[in-house]
């Protein structure tokens, strides 16, 4: 464990790549989660992750022993409606380029809680949710840092990769 446990809230999309075990990023996903809970940092899951992972898959296989599980709350809806109007607004003027889905508000609603906390990490692979997440940093409404799930644990915590002997 460390001394300074990290805040690290979990994208829906981290979620799907640790039980798809056919995914490319299934291994990362199950690195990560192993390395974070094993560090003694904070891992977050939000009810709209939660809801999200549930359209495709049993709600009850989240791992919720080691997760602090964060309901969506009128503080979070406030900041989460800053993040969308400028969103909205970007993306009405052409300066960012979002996929025809309906994730903004999702996407925000998530950042906006990880604000909340203090996140000091947000995990995801999701290429929407990062655009959001860039314009959101660009723009001084987010103060974590985003991780990319394709980015390999042994790059990220800089350890050595040593293929199997």
Same mark, same amino acid.
């Given at each position: 464990m460390t001394d300074n446990p990290? #805040? +690290?809230f979990l994208d829906t999309s981290f979620f799907i790549r640790l039980y798809k075990t056919d995914d490319p990023d299934h291994d990362n996903a199950k690195k990560y989660y192993r390395k974070f809970r094993d560090n003694g940092d904070k891992l977050y899951l939000s @009810? +709209?992750? &939660? &809801?999200? *992972?549930? @359209?495709g898959a049993d709600i009850k296989k989240l791992p919720y022993r080691s997760l602090t599980?964060?309901? *969506? %709350?009128l503080s979070h809806a406030s900041r989460s409606s800053l993040l969308a109007s400028l969103a909205f607004e970007k993306k009405k003027k052409g300066v960012v380029k979002l996929e025809n889905r309906v994730v903004i508000p999702n996407d925000t609603k998530i950042l906006a809680q990880a604000e909340e906390v203090e996140a000091d990490l947000f995990i995801a692979r999701d290429k929407n949710? #990062? @655009?959001v997440f860039d314009?959101? #940093?660009? %723009?001084?409404l987010v103060s974590f840092d985003y991780l990319d799930l394709r980015t390999p644990p042994s790059t990220f915590f800089n350890e050595f990769d040593f293929p199997d002997l």
């Open positions: 990290r #805040k +690290i @009810t +709209i992750v &939660a &809801a999200e *992972f549930g @359209t599980v964060l309901p *969506f %709350n949710c #990062k @655009t314009l959101m #940093k660009e %723009n001084s």
